[in-house]
């Protein structure tokens, strides 16, 4: 199967209200090529380097998403043109990228990634993190102007068990419910894989990040 015809696949199983991001890490330029002549514009990177690079040789009509864990170091070597930062998972990191958005005159979407697996090596915000987080934002809305919390991101655990994977994305949802009825520019709900994609659409993402089933396994 041919990236194309993947891409095709994939987004004829998609409803309407989700948004697709490529993942391409690792991919070369003309595979990201392949996907964006047929029709996709939004590609997610977990290195800021590659993402860089990759943004210099493509068209600029492409929207770049930061999905790894992002180093409060590296994020000056995007924020001039990255559009959505899917791991952000604490208020220092929140404010380098406002402080690095504010030098390039922008304001850079980001979502805040919630720690919901069983697994410690993931990262993520708790309850409690993401409440300081809210807290501060509401309060210092002049210092913190140049960045905009549209949703939230998370990772289920690394499992075949389907009832656990369900839970832990039933468990953010309800979290983003709940703050979305307290603040109406939270519409991003960014959970769901290639092999977990669909459960994850089943309960409530409106954002998948799919990779191999477009590009093929990594190298």
């Known amino acids: 199967m041919s990236i194309a015809q993947n891409l095709t696949d994939i987004k004829a199983s998609l409803p309407s209200q989700v948004t697709l991001v490529a993942v391409s890490k690792t991919k070369p330029v003309a595979d990201l090529m392949e996907a964006y ?24 009509d ?9 180093q ?8 001039s043109f990255v559009n959505l930062i899917h791991g952000v998972d604490s208020l220092k990191l929140l404010a380098e990228i406002n402080k ?24 993520g915000l708790d309850n409690n993190e993401l409440d300081e987080i809210l807290k501060k ?19 289920a655990t690394f499992t075949n068990n389907q009832n656990q ?33 669909q459960l994850a659409i089943e309960c409530g993402s409106t954002m998948v990040r799919i990779g191999s089933s477009i590009f093929g396994g990594r190298n």
């Open 37 to 60: 002549n047929a029709g996709q514009r939004i590609f997610g990177e977990n290195k800021i380097q590659e993402m860089t690079d990759k943004w210099e040789q493509m068209p600029k």
């Open 62 to 70: 492409i929207q770049w998403h930061m999905i790894g864990h992002v």
């Open 72 to 79: 409060t170091n590296k994020v000056k070597f995007m924020a």
């Open 100 to 123: 690095q958005a504010k030098k390039c005159n922008r304001i850079i979407d980001v979502l805040l990634q919630i720690h919901i697996a069983e697994e410690e090596t993931k990262f």
């Open 137 to 155: 934002v509401q309060n210092d809305k002049e210092d913190l102007k140049n960045i905009n919390i549209i949703g939230l991101m998370g990772m």
């Open 165 to 197: 994977i369900k839970k832990e994305f039933l468990h953010l949802k309800s979290i983003f419910d709940k703050l979305k009825s307290e603040n109406q520019t939270l519409n991003n709900l960014s959970m769901g894989m290639s092999g977990d994609y």
